[in-house]
């Protein structure tokens, strides 16, 4: 069974920092881009970054650019998403996923493009 287990979510004030974690089982992970996504209340999920398969790169969305970073672990099959200066609007549901290509040149932002999601971790933003 594919599981991407996320984990490190709750509530944090603006300007704080929150460590996300994605730890996959049943499915491989190391050659495979990962991604986080994230959804809010009323909204569509949208993209957050994603790193390469190698861990030689990573893409961000422009509205977290400078603020997360996302890191792989190929030895503990995790992927961690740090979050620092967290505003107010990043408040959502955060979702790990890997890519369905193998091996993809660079991380794409398409959501069409990840076929193994976790089932998501709150993240809240208080001002």
Known sequence: QVTLLESGGGRVQAGGSLR??????GVSISNYALAWFRQAPGKEREFVGAVKWNGGGAD????????FNISRDGATNTVTLLMNSLRPDDTAVYYCARDRQIR??????RFGAYAYWGQGTQVTVSS
């Open 104 to 109: 993809r040149s660079w991380p794409t932002s």
């Open 20 to 25: 996300l974690t994605c730890a996959a089982s």
């Open 60 to 67: 961000y969305a422009d509205s977290v650019k400078g603020r």
